[in-house]
């Protein structure tokens, strides 16, 4: 978001917020093609979205929508095939500046991070920190998610309400963060809070802009001294802040490109692991047949944790900036236009998903969901999530008859991140 749209939004909130037309109350079939926006994060947080799509992928499923004055025109691809071809092509789409239709801004700078880099630098930056979530190390962080999950659970109270999104989703994924930055183990949820500030709208966390930038300084200076800790001859850490400290294509880094590419790892960690494990619960509770197939069969678990993610989808979308003019499903793109990709519209494609509206969990092409993305780009720590959404799943049926949603989950109002705030369980143990 830069600065005179963050001015707007603490002059006039609701008008901000609220498009005039795209609202979770209007009927997503009665609204003109025009002036349906679905950068309106109300809808997200009434479950709204999944209408808006369907109309869009039957009646125009490359959409262009001008109206938005903070963001700009920008256009919209709902169709699986089509986002797939753009989220694919680097060479005619690039991630640059931003990967959100808002161009995050820090005081006058932009943020850069290696998502929103092109080749070669994107490659060169990417590269210095896989190894913190490559295959070798996977198979060390195996181990210590799963005792760290049988300690949550095992310390979650029976038969009573509580938090699962707090006392579950946020704790297991932060201590992963934890690990994964080598970040000290008593100030983890620090990193929970900076990841909520990153992606959350100053004036729905009750700050200022000028709170929200004290707070994200507060990261950069925290990181900052640890980065320079890790500076050293030999040091063979495979954390987060040792690799980009000792990687040549990172070791210059400070300022905005340090903070940005931290906001990137640390969102990336938290955001979309955490609210997959909290629709998991919910989506399991809705659908009892199919936690049934997996108390009979618990082979099922990983294509489960698949259709969980499709089901959820934990970022709605990934934008991109055409190169050159380019032609989509019979309208002209022009050099310069913003384009969202909906990964939350593909997963839900009829023409790719069968009964794709509904959640199946040993459906025949359950790993070709999109919420990682494809490409360069394709989510680098996706084997880590799964690893944590798998071993919860393995744990959760050792311990409990079921996990009860009592009460509506509280969604957040976003239209990138789709996640839940609060989602009262209760928790039957096995018999």
Known sequence: MDNAADQNVEANPEEFYRSPTTTPEADPWALALEDIDLATGSIFQ?????????????????????????????????????IMAVDSDF??????????????????????????????????????VTPAVGPVRLKDLDKLIR???????????????????????????????????????EDRRKL??????????????G??????LNHLGECLQTFTSLFHERKFEGNESQDFISLLANNPATADMNGVELLGNLMLLIVGGNDTTRNSMSAGVMFMHDNPAEFQKVKDNEALIPSAVSEIIRYQTPLSYMRRTAKEDVEIGGKQIKKGDKIAMWYASGNRDESFFEDADKFIIDRANVRRHMAFGFG?????????????????????????????????????EHSFVHGIKDMQVIAHPRQ
């Open 46 to 82: 009434a479950q709204k979205h999944h209408e808006y799509f369907k109309r869009l992928r039957q009646e125009n499923p490359v959409h262009y929508h001008d109206k938005n004055p903070e963001i700009g025109p920008y256009w919209s691809l709902t169709r699986y095939e089509d």
């Open 91 to 128: 060479e005619r789409f690039s991630s640059e500046p931003s990967i959100a239709l808002y161009d995050e801004v820090l005081g006058e700078e932009r943020a850069p991070m290696f998502i929103a880099m092109d080749p070669p630098k994107h490659n060169e930056q990417r590269g210095a």
């Open 207 to 212: 700050l200022t802009i000028e709170e929200r």
């Open 147 to 185: 005792e760290r999950t049988v300690e949550v659970l095992d310390e979650l109270p029976v038969g009573t309400p509580f938090n699962w999104v707090d006392k579950v989703s946020i704790e297991l994924t932060t201590r992963m963060l934890a690990t994964l930055f080598d970040f000290p183990f």
């Open 376 to 412: 360069i780009h394709r989510c680098m720590g996706n084997r880590v999530a799964e690893a944590q959404l798998r071993i919860v799943w393995e744990e959760i049926l050792k311990r409990f008859e079921r996990l009860e949603v009592v009460g509506e989950p509280e969604r957040v």
């Open 192 to 205: 929970t809070y900076w990841s909520e500030v990153i992606t959350t709208p100053p004036i729905l966390m």
